[in-house]
């Protein structure tokens, strides 16, 4: 049944291999679930849950600094709202197109639900890349993007937020639109400013979270963070503040990437360097061997996992860490894998990490601090609060460990014990399952 269900995804969905490969994984892993209730399978539970309640594809144009008129697609795609109002990041990079757009939504339904806040799944963005592009042109882009979305989205309908190539600058002119347009100040996209409307810890969520999480899964591998070697992919906010929660805790994180190379420096990177040229001056990763000559820089991203370490952490993009760097790190001893992006290790990789008894996190569990998060500001907004960063990063450390907890409890009572990905798919899906069993055939 579940490989039947698979094909026709396949076939629906020509070359989106990405969210093929999305499917393929919960399919496999709640195969068991529907064998358990059969009431779920006579309502096609997995089979509807595979289809999209709503795609949005639209046109973007708007004019460069020259005056010339540019034109990109814009997506959103509203997955499923079982649970709560579709919520999910929107991506501006030009890798963007329906297929990946499908895959982070998907995703987004099960580690949304894990959360155990009221969040349905969804996910959107353009094929726009900010890089290079003036205050101005973003601006622009950002305002022509909106006139559109807002016709979808609201703070109890569907509440975007930011992902790769959109942060705090984009959200900002976004919202600007929004505002303009409705009438309305509302929660409608997360990941805005302190002045109005943000939450502290957002900026720090996801890499704070992913160590929360990570944190579980060295417990109870009778292992400890603190003199651990870290190697971290990206350089972005989730690579950034994992970098800041390690050392904060006792780990020496050695490596740090883009997507051009990797920088490797022996005495543990110096984040403050990393925060300036990324955060403030919008700089390459190897710009670093400016101000630390004793650093090494190398190109090609992917060679950052031959660097030797105890813990692997991927927070850069789908699929970096392949059968070929899950065996490196294996052969050079790594004994946790916990993933900070979206599906960053391939099925064959997962594999590798499992066969070798590596502790592994997988993205929809131990990356969810960003959207838990982002469902705190929602709360925030709905009550016209605004917490103390205390408030916020404690609740956010118990979420990560409820999520741990979930995961673990599902796979071992599916008698996978220690299989977090075939524990946190089998969580998530099955409180979506009884939710969307209760509201009928809709």
């Given amino acids: 049944m579940v490989k039947q269900i698979v094909d026709e995804v396949i076939k629906r969905n020509p070359g989106e291999v990405e969210f093929h490969q999305a499917v393929q994984e919960v399919a496999e892993s709640v195969a068991p679930v529907l064998e358990k209730h059969p009431e779920f399978k006579k309502a096609r539970i997995l089979e509807r849950i595979v289809e999209p309640e709503r795609q949005i594809l639209f046109r973007v144009p ?23 109002p579709y919520k999910g990041g929107l991506r501006f990079h030009p890798s963007v197109y329906i297929g990946i757009i499908k895959f982070l939504g998907f995703e987004q339904i099960f580690k949304n639900a894990l959360t155990t806040l009221p969040m349905g799944g969804g996910k959107g963005g353009s094929d726009f890349d900010p890089k290079g592009k003036s205050d101005a042109e973003v601006m ?49 996209l997360t990941g805005k400013g302190l002045d109005w409307g943000g939450s502290l810890v957002r900026t720090e969520a996801t890499g704070y979270g992913l160590i929360y999480f990570l944190l579980e899964m060295l417990k ?23 970098t800041e929660k390690v050392q904060e805790l006792g780990g020496k994180v050695v490596a740090l990437s883009d997507s051009n190379g990797y920088i490797y420096d022996k005495d543990g990177i110096n984040l403050k360097t990393v925060q300036q040229l990324k955060e403030v001056e919008r700089k390459r990763i190897k710009e670093y061997i400016k101000h630390h000559p004793k650093a090494v820089y190398e190109e090609g991203c ?54 070798n008894k590596v502790a592994f ?29 205390e408030e916020t990063d404690k609740y956010l450390n118990r979420i990560m460990k409820d999520i741990y907890k979930q995961s673990k409890g599902a796979a071992e009572e599916y008698g996978q014990p220690g299989n977090l990905v075939v524990g946190a798919n089998i969580a998530g899906f099955s409180k979506v399952a009884r939710a969307m069993l209760a509201q009928g055939i809709v």
């Fill in 62 to 84: 708007w004019t460069d600094d020259k005056g010339d008129v540019r034109v990109n697609r814009g997506f959103r795609i509203e997955f499923n709202s079982a649970i709560g």
């Fill in 140 to 188: 622009r882009f950002c305002q022509s993007f909106m006139t559109e979305l807002q016709r979808h989205i609201g703070a109890d309908t569907d509440v975007p937020a930011g992902d790769i190539g959109v942060g705090g600058r984009e959200i900002g002119f976004m919202y600007g639109q929004y505002k303009r347009i409705k009438n309305v100040f509302e929660g409608v």
């Fill in 220 to 242: 109870d591998a009778g292992k400890n963070i603190k003199g651990s070697t870290v190697v971290i992919s990206g350089s972005g906010n989730v690579a950034i503040y994992a």
């Fill in 302 to 355: 992917d060679n950052i996992w031959k660097v030797k370490c105890d813990i692997a952490l991927p927070c850069a993009t789908q699929n970096e860490i392949d059968e070929r760097s899950a065996k490196k790190l294996v052969e050079n001893g790594v004994w946790a894998v916990a993933e900070g992006a979206n599906m960053p290790s391939t099925p064959e990789a997962i594999k590798v990490f499992l066969k």
């Fill in 361 to 389: 996190g997988p993205a929809k569990a131990a990356n969810a601090g960003g959207v838990a998060t982002s469902g705190l500001e929602m709360t925030q907004n709905s009550q016209r609060l605004a917490w103390t960063f």
